[in-house]
């Protein structure tokens, strides 16, 4: 069965930076896309960011030159590096997984991220 489980949650003031992390537990992590996802109190959850099995990536306008996504194959873990943060960025943060062609079948429990200003 397959677990995501994000950590690096928090709360920071407006201009600073975060780290989250999602490791996963299926054994053929390298074939499978990742993606970050967010939802903010009384709004829709949205995707801002993804990375496939050979590091092509994609940015959201919202987090496009402020966050950064990578993956590391052999610890089965992605990583949201968040850096000058604003307010709006306050959400719960969540990771997930498909494969190519498929739908985003295995999610996290999810992670609070809250910027104050």
């Known amino acids: 069965q397959v677990r995501l489980v994000e950590s690096g949650g928090g709360l920071v003031q407006t201009g600073g930076s975060l780290r989250l992390s999602c490791a996963a537990s299926m054994r053929t992590f390298s074939n499978y896309i990742m993606a970050w996802f967010r939802q903010a109190p009384g709004k829709e959850r949205e995707s801002i960011t993804t990375?496939?099995?050979?590091?092509?990536?994609y940015y959201s306008d919202s987090v496009k030159g402020r966050f950064t996504i990578s993956r590391d194959n052999a610890k089965n873990t992605v990583y949201l590096q968040m850096d000058s943060l604003k307010p709006e960025d306050t959400a719960f943060y969540y990771c997930a997984a498909k494969r190519v062609g498929g739908q985003y079948d295995y999610w996290g429990q999810g992670t609070q991220v809250t910027v104050s200003s």
């Open positions: 990375i496939s099995w050979n590091g092509y990536t």
